[in-house]
């Protein structure tokens, strides 16, 4: 593209565009590690939501971690980048074995996530055949969600660790309350942060009633951090929206609106007066096709509008998207009045699902509270 | 990554990832192209479901174009591999300007899209300064969909060509039935192709009474090009995803399963046998949020579920998504079985819709009814 100077301010900018308050992310980041301070554990922050080795290496501990990523393309980055303590938390495959010895060679100490006897068979073999090992976690189920072995089965979990055997070392459970994303209200994500310690722990229990060494009690989800109280047997907390946050996690009630660092800049390219639309340059291909809020009491569409100072409108929100297209109007029932905005003007709109919408770009636009562009991250995809 | 050799088969290949049938997506171009030769009717392929030069290359008539295309992004990228005849078919702000001149400038006929007076204004501002000129069609409204201006809105319509003056030449009217995707049947879609030619060739015909030359009159959508029967007063069609076609177009009716090009590959990771799902590691990053499929009569979740031959299981769909998780289940009140699948095991899954589960991939990994990897093409996103 031709272009003279850098863009220096959202006023400058192509859009659509991915634009990211480090002050807000900075302020998330020092809200949860306060949390973690006061429950007595350590965090292992997830980079699935950031992708990004500038947001990484705000998030960790230290520059070598701990870490959790969710694709074998982010243990590689991030390994790249200097991180040494990755899990990943996604259910290992026979075929994704190599790739793990090798960044374990490397000198990355990568632990693999598995919940079946064949998984453990095969990450015992590949080590065996290496000399090497494979650390590896057990999932736990402990709210239905997704995958895992029930704490409560004694037998499943010492299956596992028998196949597992010395090259496929045990290194403890993990499990992801995926539910809590569903919950309402501080004591219903009590009750789930305090389901998740109690899946793990009870599976820890059995495992080591076993006879097995079970050194990691991992429980982790935005919502349950911010919520749980006690941690009693937990050894590690894994979160990762919590760096952005969005308006599903404002709809849960783990944050507030002012909270929320991430918004896609968009160009009003123009009006259908008689519907009260506006049309902008941010359809679903800039803000991702998440509907996370269509399930929660208030419906914020595909996107919460905002002036470029990151102010909502109130109730203006993309009410309908195409690929390139956003579709601003009052939501149903609102009493508010649309705002004035003439083609040309800019306004930001603030995510669903952070992790969903900023996976529909290449680099973050990093402002501080106001519109000066102070940097331009470069974020990654793929697997 | 650490390999030996380029996987060379859809059984080698890292997971999860997008797989496109070569031959399938012959057969929709040929079918396309024999249907706008029945009609009479040039076609100017629609680039945004591929965002890929060599399926770019297959679409257009000639090296050079004609073509469609919704981002800048597009057009630089099919500039710079020599397509010369351009329509960025979403409207233009004047920031835009700028690039669309530049485009223009190393021979690129680009032509912006517009339906008010005051992007006329802007356009004819900065082809003035800039001693050149953009050609601009006016959108036209054909379905209360989108953007556009009303068909019998004659006023504005004139008032828009005026302010257009000579730099911002006026080229012509174009609209895009985005309400056949929700048709149903052959006698709604000939209806929704019918109101889609009319709104447009009444535009045409108001500009040219006022004194306007008006050459290109433009409609386009998959769904009317493949079920219109009359294009009288037309000029040239546009049309996008029946390039791979997807979920969305077969629940609506214009293409079979067969016929469906594009999938996504995917690896059994995990088994909840009590609740009949398997767990695979394709969630929604890598098939997009889209539920296109959840207001038809048939409701296929986030995909239907194939084999490694690309043929479906029958009832098995990606009931659920998480980010790197897809949990495969039976469609409910189906009275089919769960197919055997281990850990390890490969499938395939249909899109809901091609340009959002494309968005998600940087390559396609292209097949040609085998399991034989012939090519990789890279495909690009961005603004």
């Keep these: 593209m031709t272009r003279l100077s850098l863009p220096t301010s959202l006023h400058d900018l192509p859009t659509p565009c991915l634009v990211l308050d480090a002050g807000r992310m900075e302020r998330n980041i020092d809200r949860m590690r306060a949390r973690m301070a006061d429950l007595g554990v350590p965090l292992r922050p997830h980079l699935k939501t950031g ?9 960790m501990a230290t520059p070598q971690g701990p870490a959790t990523v969710s694709t074998l393309a982010e243990a590689r980055r991030f390994a790249q980048a200097g991180v040494r303590d990755i899990v990943y938390a996604v259910g290992i495959t ?13 000198g990355v100490d990568l632990a693999v996530l598995l919940d079946s006897v064949e998984q453990a068979a095969a990450v015992a073999d590949a080590a065996r055949e290496s000399g090497a090992v494979i650390p590896a976690l057990i999932e736990i189920d402990c709210d239905g969600h997704r995958s895992g072995v029930q704490s409560d089965d004694r037998d499943r979990l010492l299956a ?42 009870t599976a820890a229990q059995h495992l080591r009633a076993g006879g097995h060494a079970c050194p990691v009690v991992s429980v982790g989800s935005t919502p349950t951090a911010l919520s749980a109280t006690d941690l009693a047997g937990v050894t590690e907390v894994r979160a990762g929206v919590y760096v952005f946050f969005d ?20 160009t009003v390219i123009g009006h259908q007066e ?34 470029v100072d990151g102010a909502p409108f109130g109730d203006l ?3 309908q998207a195409n690929q390139e297209h956003g ?3 009052l939501r149903t029932g609102s009493t508010g009045r649309l705002p004035r905005l003439a083609i040309g003007d800019r306004v930001r709109i603030f995510p669903n699902h952070a992790c969903a919408t900023a996976a529909q770009h290449d680099r973050y636009h990093v402002v501080r509270g106001d519109d000066a562009v102070e940097a331009i991250w470069p974020r990654f995809g793929g697997w």
């Design 247 to 266: 308006l599903v996690m404002a709809g849960i009630g783990v944050c507030d609106h002012q909270e929320i660092a991430l918004s896609v800049l968009a």
């Design 274 to 307: 008689d519907k009260g639309w506006i049309l902008v340059d941010a359809g679903w291909m800039a803000l991702s096709r998440d509907r996370g809020t269509a399930s929660q009491d208030v419906d914020q569409g595909y996107g919460l509008v905002c002036g």
């Design 51 to 59: 992708k990004s080795i500038e947001v990484a290496q705000q998030m």
């Design 160 to 201: 596992i660790a028998a196949a597992l055997g010395e090259g496929g070392a045990l290194r403890g459970v993990l499990t992801h309350a995926g539910d809590s994303y569903g919950a309402r209200g501080e004591a219903a994500l009590r009750a789930c942060a305090e389901a998740e310690r109690l899946a793990v722990v």
């Design 94 to 106: 026979p075929a994704k074995l190599p790739e793990i010895l090798d960044l374990r060679a490397q």
């Design 317 to 319: 929100i993309v009410a």
């Design 327 to 329: 579709v601003l109007a």
